[in-house]
């Protein structure tokens, strides 16, 4: 009898404390957040990122052409592509080619990309040129879209500082760095950055993008499960704007080691 109220009462006490998220992180901690610059030897710019367990490598091409609603224009282009590999999750996911063209998430994520990179990029002094992003997912759990951001911005800057160097351009076109992340609730807990497990159970998710002076470029949020008040939102904002002020010191100081040109960026 001693044993079972034993039993009893730690399960009760277990179930009063909050459960362990991954990396033993506080509800307003990111994960673990790592950038690898240069990470293919052929792209104008590239960068592999690791948040947790989710990896993904963005590279940039650069195109001496734009599409054909922009020719004689003078202007030029950003746009981006996504996609996972098969093996990115724990079953196998076929290959979009199979079918023929992008999934709907696909195609929905890589739009995001590409418009939230063109609004930080003085596309005029481009000339009439077309920059490129892929963005692969080489592993996923949870906030691929915000990691594929976060590697597209460093890898944007990359094949930019590429072509001041090569005289293409007379000055940065890159006007900020950009930052991405996931916040929700699960449980009624305000949550930073979810993995996989905490997003399938969130109560609201959340993705946030801003660039490196706090202006929101995009915010995409969904009550899964049950409405949620502007108060709720507010303070999802709010704990988005820190994770991404952390996100976006990292990306500063990975690239003034290529470039002092980057120590300009995130000041607010």
Do not use: V, Y
């Given at each position: 009898m001693a044993l079972a109220a034993q039993t009893l009462e730690h399960e009760a006490r277990r179930r009063n404390e909050p459960d362990m998220r991954s990396n033993n992180r506080t509800a307003a901690e990111l994960r673990p957040i790592r950038f690898q610059l240069d990470y293919l030897?052929?792209?104008d710019g590239s960068a592999l990122v690791e948040c947790g367990k989710t990896r993904v490598v963005a590279a940039a091409t650069i195109e001496d052409k734009v599409p054909p609603f922009l020719r004689g224009s003078g202007g030029g282009w950003v746009t981006a592509e996504y996609a996972m590999l098969p093996r990115s999750t724990e079953k196998r996911t076929q290959r979009e080619r199979q079918q023929g063209y992008p999934s709907g998430?696909?195609?929905?994520?890589?739009?995001?990309i590409g418009r939230t990179l063109r609004a930080v990029t003085d596309l005029r002094s481009l000339g009439e040129r077309q920059i490129i992003v892929?963005?692969?997912v080489i592993q996923a759990d949870g906030g691929t879209r915000v990691a594929s951001i976060n590697a597209a911005c460093v890898a944007l800057a990359l094949a930019l500082k590429k072509m001041m160097d090569r005289k293409i351009v007379d000055q940065m076109p890159l006007r900020h760095l950009v930052g991405a992340i996931s916040v929700g609730m699960v449980r009624e807990e305000l949550l930073l950055d979810l993995d996989y497990d905490e997003d399938s159970t969130a109560d609201v998710d959340m993705n946030v993008v801003q660039t490196d002076r706090g202006q929101l470029l995009e915010v995409q949020a969904t009550a899964e499960r049950s409405p949620f008040s502007r108060h709720q939102l507010t303070e999802l904002l709010k704990l988005a704007d820190q994770g991404i002020r952390e996100i976006v010191q990292i990306q500063?100081?990975?690239l003034k080691r290529k470039s002092l040109l980057f120590m300009a960026y995130g000041e607010r």
């Open positions: 030897d052929f792209a998430r696909s195609q929905e994520i890589q739009r995001l892929d963005c692969d500063k100081d990975i």
